[in-house]
């Protein structure tokens, strides 16, 4: 299995021996030894995916890495987040996603009638099994636990994943931008409850969510 490790904040280096990672196409950004590189199509696999992500007009194009030898990838300068899943699934905006391992599932899955990122639909990608992903924010992630006793609240412009047994749900609200007189309408937050974790990061992209 390919080894995940970060070199600072912003640069994701992979080592592999033969293995393969999925990554976000364009974002190798050097590598040494041998490496080949494919073009996949679509974000998720299977026609499900393909077709969801046309309806929902979201453009996730991924490529195949495959060698021996370590490959770096980066996007943007974002900030690079490491997860670790056993078995489990992660939830997490398409233009979040940087690698994962080959081995990983990834599909899409609906949210509820929501507004959506810059960029993103009604879907949500789905990383699933076992294995290492990458993802990025815009500024350190911050992972924030949900509970039974304390579920969270979170901005759809800074949410970027999360996992566990959380259930999500959308509700009216005011956003920070309301106040301050920058809200075009009526505002939406997104609420997790069950028992898992949250990724938010410290900007806010643009959204229809959270400024209708």
């Known amino acids: 299995m390919a080894m995940f490790r ?3 904040t912003r640069v994701l280096a992979v080592d592999m021996t033969g293995d393969a990672v999925k990554a976000k196409n364009g974002s190798m950004v050097a590598y040494d030894g041998q490496m080949s590189f494919k073009k996949l199509t679509g974000g998720g696999e299977g026609l499900r995916g393909m077709v969801t992500r046309r309806l929902t007009g979201e453009q996730m194009a991924v490529m195949e890495v495959k060698g021996h030898g370590t490959c ?14 056993r078995g489990e699934k992660l939830y997490v905006e398409s233009s979040n996603l940087l690698v994962t391992d080959a081995a990983l599932r990834t599909g899409t899955t609906f949210t509820g009638l ?4 810059q960029g993103n639909g009604l879907f949500t ?3 699933e099994g076992h294995g290492q992903a990458a993802i990025m924010s815009d500024g350190p992630a911050v992972v924030l636990r949900v509970t039974p006793q304390y579920p969270l609240t979170v901005d759809p412009g800074a949410y970027v994943a999360h996992q566990g047994n959380v259930r999500q749900s959308f509700q009216s609200g005011v956003t920070f931008r309301t ?3 920058e809200g075009g309408g009526e505002a939406f937050q997104i609420r997790f409850e069950g028992d898992g974790l949250v990724y938010v990061q410290p900007s806010e992209r643009n959204t229809i969510a959270g400024d209708l």
């Open 179 to 181: 106040f301050l007189g």
């Open 125 to 127: 990608t789905t990383v």
């Open 6 to 8: 970060l070199q600072g």
């Open 72 to 85: 770096w990838f980066a996007d943007r300068a974002t900030e690079i987040n490491l997860v670790s899943l």
């Open 114 to 117: 929501r507004g959506a990122s």
